[in-house]
């Protein structure tokens, strides 16, 4: 062979050629996550425009925000091969040969708690439950605010307490099986005694949902290369390719751990009441322990709560309430306390929630009160500031990657004094990491989840009218003399009056909250649907379900962390077991469980008969699959709500709750965690029994020669 | 090339399947080896949409493959055990075959099982045999298998590697060039492997510049896996069975050798590289990186280092051995061989932390891009 080429030392590449190398890598990368992404991006606009009829909003700023997504997913991926896997893996061969088990449950235990406390989900479980009110769910209520510190540490110890279990579990060699049929009848019997606890029934949605949320795109990669890099120098003699289990048990143990929670502070709550008994002055005490202070009380009131409800926390004086919005006004302190730290809350508040009389509290005169009505109507969202954007999401990004990554190169290095291979590479793979996790989070919140909110906030409008608010437009010098009134064939009556358009004319509905006599102004909300069939049809319903599932399974294709399991997947089996097979499985599941969750909140149907008989079958499911697919399918699970699907689940969730008026979100994300489990199975038992097939086929009907003597 | 002869017996069996195997080897007092995990391929019918339009795809299974070196002497008893406990015997559980190499160094732990042979017995093996193993980029290798199974060679066993070589003198630059191979290998006819060869070569267009690398080896002696389609047969005996039982009968497969199974596509006028030894270095996991670099500058054009497990009796000395090993095999020219070996004792290849072990056998004839 020809062995004249130079050797030792590097071979100079100018840039002409440098980037000539680089492109097509580039390109490749780039390629590979527009496919991931494309299905759910095409169907949203499609669904929005041709379904729905709705022209999609900020269409530029949307698109910019989908080039990020689809940039920063190829940069993080590629961090995630190049820099944490590695360095998971080695610390995973590493740790088993150098250090002895204290030490290695130690290092388990402060990785599960690091982790949770780098990716916090509690943002996302605080957006699943922002309608919630504490009125009708106290403990829910407290532990999203007041201790939401105490959730977020106490899922950080159910993660720690699982990692540690499977750490444990591949040292020494012990099936997966037990632990899913201790912890899962545990957790089963637990939710079924919170079903009749009217406090802790509310609490069991946001459990199910921290143990489906905790796993992020950074934890579950991380988790896995560690996993993957133990068994390759611990257990039995088989060629080892596991490694899975511990996302199942890091989706497990938080459940447990955030019951335990719910159900040691629910002595110390009040029992879900009215709306007016919650505010009584003979509650007063145990309502404002919901709260951290009497100020956060009060602005809870006036953002959230009726009008008598404010006037019962001044003793059911107006004179008092007034005097309090007026020395807000000078007090920038209180202020803060009571709307939060934004400068111009008050009066935003006071131009768009507050009553007339709140609102002459808060402007100088009438003029001021409509010129900050109409500045306040034509934003209903806060604007994007680039800055702002950009340094919360690298923060974000940084946070969730870096301190991880130095706590594991610190292991390395100083406790098991090992060199780290290809370490440019590694670092390299890491700045990837972050830089492509900020971007996507970026795209993710000025695109996708601007798209899905859209979205998800106009699909039921497929079966029930729902109000149109950035197609509101207002009418000055309305003049109330012009509306009509209407009858319908049951005598009931309706006030509409005619406006004059570019084309014609339309007769629009008359609402009388909507005029205010001071402004002389008619603010008009245009409505939709419903689309299909009557007024909270079956047929509305059902294509929104067919929507639900079809973004749920768009969704997940695009999911980073279930990408990195099935090329992990594939990796092991050595191509046995395709990529491509795993993901499709999971999407169907997740789509399935999509639907179904929503169905859940349409139809408000209580968690437990929705998750009892799935699990249940889940059990005999586990019992007859064989050990490697029970591992993969119950991981799987774990990593279906990332980053991706979260965002667009929930919009969905919360559009469609807040139109049906349900207490809260909870509950989408863990049916989305289930029924992927129960495909994955499926597929799993499916393909053993092909393959017992193939070889029993070789054993029977062979005859077997006598070879041993 | 110097060194001590010795057999190298590898089996590959589905997954799951090799532990009693292993176990059996070990009472045997064969117990050091290496372990890999691998995919085998075959054909199935399938049927298109609507039932219109029957075409063959590849299904893949997931395989282990194990390796023993063992002393001449022993081989017979290793192949007896393993196509007993197996159940070699029966088509479609798997292959096995002994090859001679030569143990040019290793460390004392890992170095080929000896001991007592049991007596002589009558074994189904057939003989005149050639490997054939290929290289190719990731994602290419399912289309090279797919012609041992189309000409019904046998069913090949795909394992992952990773390559290294001039990427890795690009600095930062390497993260461009896939280094993700798989690795292709089968045994063939000696009268059909130049054939198979030139068709191989034809399928992953081997000869164009970084496509991969192909070369052939002498087996001594085994059981193929010539179960190449997957389905009930239709008559009381599959066509593969036959050929298999006439196989066992005449000891080897001249008699259904194809003289007109030939490339189409220039296989006479291809230049074949001649004469040259595979070299396979195995060693602890993380060694390989600095090893490979070491066996370059001493003149190795690059290797392909995969993963393997150690497989040893927990409670013996060769626990010491990390259970976590790479292998890195690298085609080098036999007057190469002493430079290279000296280079790796110099950087430690074979002390009590790399745990090295260096074989080669002959690799008659290959092929890859020559340049113009």
């Keep these: 062979m020809d062995n004249q080429q130079q050797t030792g030392g590097k071979i100079k590449v100018g840039f002409k050629q440098g980037m000539a190398m680089l492109f097509p890598y580039a390109k490749s990368r780039l390629i590979e996550q527009v496919k991931s992404v494309a299905l759910i991006i095409i169907y949203l606009i499609f669904f929005q425009t041709m379904v729905l009829g709705i022209a999609v909003a900020q269409a530029a700023m949307i698109a910019a925000g989908l080039a990020l997504v689809i940039g920063g997913l190829a940069f993080f991926m590629e961090g995630l091969m190049l820099g944490l896997m590695p360095l998971g893996e080695v610390i995973g061969l590493k740790l088993p040969q150098k250090s002895k088990l204290p030490v290695i449950l130690g290092f388990s235990f402060i990785l599960g708690m690091g982790a949770t406390f780098a990716e916090p989900a509690i943002s996302v479980l605080?957006?699943?439950?922002?309608?919630?009110?504490?009125?009708?769910?106290?403990?829910?209520?407290?532990?999203?605010?007041?201790?939401?510190g105490y959730l977020v540490m106490s899922v950080g110890v159910g993660v720690g307490i699982a990692v540690v279990f499977g750490m444990i579990r591949f040292m020494y060699n012990i099936s997966l099986k037990p632990f899913i049929y201790i912890l899962l009848s545990f957790l089963l019997l637990f939710t079924l005694w919170s079903f009749f606890n009217a406090n802790m029934r509310n609490v069991t949605g946001l459990a199910w949902d921290c143990g489906a949320v905790t796993t992020g795109p950074v934890t579950v990669p991380l988790v896995l290369a560690l996993g993957i890099g133990i068994c390759r120098v611990v257990g039995a003699a088989g060629s080892g390719s596991s490694g899975f289990g511990v996302v199942t048990l890091a989706s497990l143990f938080p459940i447990i751990s955030v019951l335990l929670l719910g159900a040691s502070l629910s002595g110390t709550v009040p029992q879900p009441m009215s709306e007016a008994a919650f505010f009584s002055a003979a509650n007063r005490d145990k309502a404002q322990a919901l709260f951290t202070s009497r100020e956060e009380m009060i602005g809870f009131a006036f953002q959230n709560a009726k009008r008598e409800s404010q006037l019962a926390l001044f003793d059911g004086s107006s004179e008092k309430m007034i005097a309090y919005l007026e020395s807000l006004k000078s007090s920038e302190k209180e202020r803060a306390a009571v709307f939060g730290p934004k400068r111009d809350a008050l009066e935003k508040w006071a131009a768009t929630k507050g009553t007339r009389?709140?609102?002459?509290?808060?402007?100088?005169?009438?003029?001021?009160?409509?010129?900050?009505?109409?500045?306040?109507?034509?934003?209903?969202?806060?604007?994007?500031?680039?800055?702002?954007?950009?340094?919360?999401?690298?923060?974000?990004?940084?946070?969730?990657?870096?301190?991880?990554?130095?706590?594991?190169?610190?292991?390395?290095?100083?406790?098991?004094?090992?060199?780290?291979?290809?370490?440019?590479?590694?670092?390299?793979?890491?700045?990837?990491?972050?830089?492509?996790?900020?971007?996507?989070?970026?795209?993710?919140?000025?695109?996708?989840?601007?798209?899905?909110?859209?979205?998800?906030?106009?699909?039921?409008?497929?079966?029930?009218?729902?109000?149109?608010?950035?197609?509101?437009?207002?009418?000055?010098?309305?003049?109330?003399?012009?509306?009509?009134?209407?009858?319908?064939?049951?005598?009931?009556?309706?006030?509409?009056?005619?406006?004059?358009?570019?084309?014609?004319?339309?007769?629009?509905?008359?609402?009388?909250?909507?005029?205010?006599?001071?402004?002389?102004?008619y603010n008009y909300t245009p409505t939709r649907g419903p689309l299909f069939g009557a007024e909270g049809g079956l047929t509305g319903i059902?294509?929104?379900?067919?929507?639900?599932?079809?973004?749920?399974?768009?969704?997940?294709?695009?999911?980073?962390?279930?990408?990195?399991?099935?090329?992990?997947?594939?990796?092991?089996?050595?191509?046995?077991?395709?990529?491509s097979l795993l993901m499709q499985a999971v999407a169907l599941g997740v789509g399935v469980g999509i639907a179904v969750g929503v169905a859940k909140i349409i139809w408000n149907i209580p968690l437990l008969w929705l998750m009892g008989p799935p699990y249940i079958l889940l059990l005999i499911i586990t019992k007859i699959s064989t050990e490697e697919f029970v591992n993969i399918g119950w991981d799987s699970a774990g990593v279906t709500t990332g980053p991706i699907t979260v965002p667009l689940v929930l919009a969905m969730g919360l559009g469609i709750g807040g139109q049906v008026g349900v207490v809260e979100g909870f509950g989408i994300l863990s049916m989305a965690s289930v029924c992927p489990i129960l495909s994955v199975l499926c597929v799993g038992l499916m393909v053993t029994r092909k393959r017992k097939a193939a070889l029993q086929e070789a054993s029977e009907t062979a005859e077997p020669k006598e070879v041993a003597a | 090339m110097n060194g001590k002869q010795v057999s190298r017996v590898i089996a590959a069996v589905?997954?799951?399947?090799?532990?009693?195997?292993?176990?059996?080897?070990?009472?045997?007092?064969?117990?050091?080896?290496?372990?890999?995990?691998?995919?085998?391929?075959?054909?199935?019918?399938?049927?298109?949409?609507?039932?219109?339009?029957?075409?063959?795809?590849?299904?893949?299974?997931?395989?282990?493959?194990?390796?023993?070196?063992?002393?001449?002497?022993?081989?017979?008893?290793?192949?007896?055990?393993?196509?007993?406990?197996?159940?070699?015997?029966?088509?479609?559980?798997?292959?096995?075959?002994?090859?001679?190499?030569?143990?040019?160094?290793?460390?004392?732990?890992?170095?080929?099982n000896s001991g007592a042979a049991a007596p002589d017995k009558e074994l189904p093996l057939l003989t005149e045999l050639m490997g054939i193993c290929c290289i190719v980029q990731r994602g290419q290798g399912d289309a090279v298998a797919r012609m041992a199974l189309d000409t019904g060679t046998c069913v090949p066993a795909i394992t992952f590697g990773t390559g290294t070589g001039v990427r890795?003198?690009?600095?930062?630059?390497?993260?461009?060039?896939?280094?993700?191979?798989?690795?292709?290998?089968?045994?063939?006819?000696?009268?059909?492997?130049?054939?198979?060869?030139?068709?191989?070569?034809?399928?992953?267009?081997?000869?164009?510049?970084?496509?991969?690398?192909?070369?052939?080896?002498?087996?001594?002696?085994?059981?193929?896996?010539?179960?190449?389609s997957r389905g009930m047969p239709k008559h009381a005996a599959?066509?593969?069975?036959?050929?298999?039982?006439?196989?066992?009968?005449?000891?080897?497969?001249?008699?259904?050798?194809?003289?007109?199974?030939?490339?189409?596509?220039?296989?006479?006028?291809?230049?074949?590289?001649?004469?040259?030894?595979?070299?396979?270095?195995?060693?602890?996991?993380?060694?390989a990186d600095d090893l490979v670099k070491s066996a370059m500058?001493?003149?190795?054009?690059?290797?392909?280092?995969?993963?393997?497990?150690?497989?040893?009796?927990?409670?013996?000395?060769?626990?010491?051995?990390?259970?976590?090993?790479?292998?890195?095999?690298?085609?080098?020219?036999?007057?190469?061989?002493?430079?290279?070996?000296?280079?790796?004792?110099?950087?430690?290849?074979?002390?009590?932390?790399?745990?090295?072990?260096?074989?080669?056998?002959?690799?008659?004839?290959?092929?890859?891009?020559?340049?113009?």
């Design chain 1, 126 to 148: 605080k957006a699943a439950g922002s309608s919630v009110r504490p009125w009708d769910a106290p403990l829910l209520f407290l532990l999203l605010n007041k201790f939401s």
């Design chain 2, 168 to 228: 890795d003198k690009l600095g930062l630059l390497r993260i461009t060039i896939p280094a993700d191979k798989e690795v292709i290998s089968l045994a063939a006819s000696v009268h059909d492997a130049d054939a198979v060869m030139d068709l191989m070569i034809d399928a992953g267009k081997l000869d164009e510049p970084g496509k991969g690398f192909i070369y052939q080896y002498p087996l001594k002696q085994g059981i193929v896996n010539t179960k190449i």
């Design chain 1, 357 to 521: 009389t709140q609102a002459m509290a808060v402007f100088p005169s009438a003029e001021a009160a409509r010129e900050a009505a109409q500045k306040y109507a034509a934003m209903l969202e806060d604007p994007v500031q680039p800055a702002d954007l950009i340094l919360r999401n690298t923060k974000a990004a940084a946070q969730a990657i870096i301190p991880l990554s130095i706590f594991f190169l610190l292991v390395l290095t100083l406790i098991l004094r090992e060199r780290l291979p290809r370490a440019d590479e590694v670092f390299l793979g890491l700045g990837f990491a972050v830089f492509g996790m900020m971007l996507f989070s970026i795209g993710i919140e000025i695109g996708l989840s601007k798209l899905g909110n859209q979205v998800g906030g106009k699909v039921p409008s497929s079966f029930k009218a729902i109000e149109l608010p950035e197609q509101r437009s207002t009418i000055n010098k309305f003049d109330p003399d012009i509306v009509k009134t209407a009858i319908t064939a049951d005598g009931e009556t309706q006030t509409f009056f005619y406006v004059r358009e570019k084309t014609g004319y339309r007769q629009l509905p008359y609402h009388e909250d909507q005029y205010s006599p001071e402004t002389s102004q």
């Design chain 2, 238 to 287: 599959s066509i593969e069975q036959i050929i298999s039982t006439i196989d066992q009968i005449k000891g080897n497969t001249q008699w259904r050798s194809r003289s007109g199974m030939a490339s189409t596509n220039g296989g006479a006028r291809r230049k074949y590289l001649t004469n040259l030894i595979d070299l396979t270095l195995i060693c602890n996991e993380g060694r």
């Design chain 1, 542 to 579: 059902l294509v929104v379900l067919v929507f639900a599932f079809i973004l749920g399974y768009g969704a997940t294709l695009a999911e980073p962390a279930l990408n990195a399991l099935g090329l992990t997947v594939e990796e092991l089996t050595v191509g046995a077991f395709k990529k």
């Design chain 2, 14 to 112: 589905a997954r799951g399947a090799a532990d009693p195997v292993l176990k059996s080897l070990r009472e045997a007092g064969i117990s050091t080896g290496h372990l890999a995990a691998g995919r085998s391929v075959a054909l199935e019918d399938k049927k298109g949409f609507l039932g219109l339009g029957e075409r063959s795809v590849i299904v893949e299974d997931p395989i282990e493959i194990f390796s023993f070196l063992v002393s001449p002497e022993l081989e017979d008893t290793a192949l007896d055990i393993i196509i007993r406990t197996g159940r070699l015997d029966i088509l479609g559980r798997g292959s096995v075959h002994s090859e001679t190499v030569h143990l040019i160094k290793s460390h004392a732990l890992c170095a080929e």
């Design chain 2, 297 to 372: 500058a001493a003149g190795a054009a690059g290797a392909t280092i995969s993963i393997l497990k150690h497989v040893r009796p927990q409670d013996s000395g060769a626990a010491k051995v990390s259970p976590a090993r790479e292998s890195c095999n690298m085609i080098v020219g036999e007057q190469q061989i002493p430079a290279i070996l000296a280079e790796l004792d110099k950087v430690g290849a074979f002390d009590d932390k790399t745990h090295g072990l260096l074989y080669g056998k002959p690799a008659p004839k290959a092929c890859t891009y020559l340049g113009k």
